[in-house]
């Protein structure tokens, strides 16, 4: 095996944001049996450690392209872009100002103790995930706009901390 090949050559898929998730698990598996360090305990130590590298190393590469955020950022880096580059804070106002929105609607929800405000906004934020994922998959692999993509992870970064914090809410509710 080459420690070179990227996450995809790794799993034998191009490289490409909207990903066949089906085709990433079973490549997964295939190289995890193949590498996984029992199949070697009884190989000489330098081949233990060898396996352990490649185990490692194939259950870094699924994580991050199983992970839309991650996907995102590591092909963007592939492209020589930093998509979480902590000096470009800039973000479209109307983004933004929804962010605030949902945040309130976080908030009353919590004050008022009302699951079903959140189990609206938990669709809500989801269908939002969806749609910037979707514009992300079109930024990257059709119109191969990167800076536009950056802005797409970003996005992506912030819908995952919200989905997060209503979780938050929900096991306070429950307590």
């Known amino acids: ?3 070179s090949r990227t996450h995809f050559e790794l ?17 997964y598996r295939e190289l995890q049996n193949a590498v996984h360090p029992d199949r070697f305990a009884a190989q000489p130590e330098a081949e233990q450690r060898v396996a352990m590298q490649w185990a490692t190393r ?14 995102g950022v590591y092909l963007l880096k592939l492209q020589g872009v930093d998509a979480l580059d902590a000096h470009d804070t800039k973000m479209a106002p109307d983004f933004l100002m929804q962010q605030m929105a949902w945040r309130e609607a976080i908030d009353e929800a919590r004050a008022g103790k009302r699951v079903e405000a959140l189990d609206a906004l938990t669709d809500e934020l989801r269908t939002a995930h969806r749609r910037i994922e979707a514009r992300l998959a079109e930024l990257i692999d059709l119109a191969r706009d ?8 970003r ?7 919200l989905i997060a914090e209503v979780g938050e809410v929900y096991e306070e509710l429950e307590a």
């Not at 996005?155 to 995952?160: A, G, P, T």
């Open 146 to 153: 990167y800076e536009g993509a950056r802005e797409a992870v």
């Open 11 to 27: 799993f034998g898929l191009p490289p490409t944001y909207a990903l066949d998730r089906d085709r990433l698990d079973a490549a």
């Open 1 to 3: 095996m080459d420690f």
């Open 155 to 161: 996005q992506l970064r912030f819908m995952d901390k």
């Open 58 to 71: 194939v259950n870094e590469a699924y994580q991050t392209l199983k992970h839309p955020v991650n996907r």
